[in-house]
């Protein structure tokens, strides 16, 4: 996250990484998420992801737009993919 520094935090998650035993790196992730629990480096105000529900059978030419959430009927649903 941009500005946010906690070298507890950069140690963990590069540990994490060149973790092969599976069972240690849930222990490291475990660690990770609760230094990041305890410091809340970002706390968004609402949530723009949302959900929906439709029938692939009827339509399934939905497109994600660049920096767009929702689910839209733009020009790109109608490209052959």
């Not at 035993?21 to 230094?35: I, S």
């Not at 439709?54 to 920096?67: H, I, L, N, Q, T």
Request: with cysteine; hydrophobic share 35%; charged share 25%.
């Amino acid at each position: 996250m941009t500005g946010y520094q906690n070298p507890e935090v950069d140690r963990l998650a590069t540990e994490q990484l060149r973790e092969s035993d599976p069972a240690k790196r849930k222990q490291l992730v475990a660690e990770l998420q609760r230094v990041l629990a305890e410091d809340v480096p970002c706390l968004p105000l609402y949530y723009t992801t949302s959900y929906s529900v439709y029938r692939p059978a009827e339509y399934d030419g939905w497109m994600f737009m660049y920096d767009h959430h929702a689910l839209t009927h733009s020009k790109l649903s109608y490209l052959a993919r």
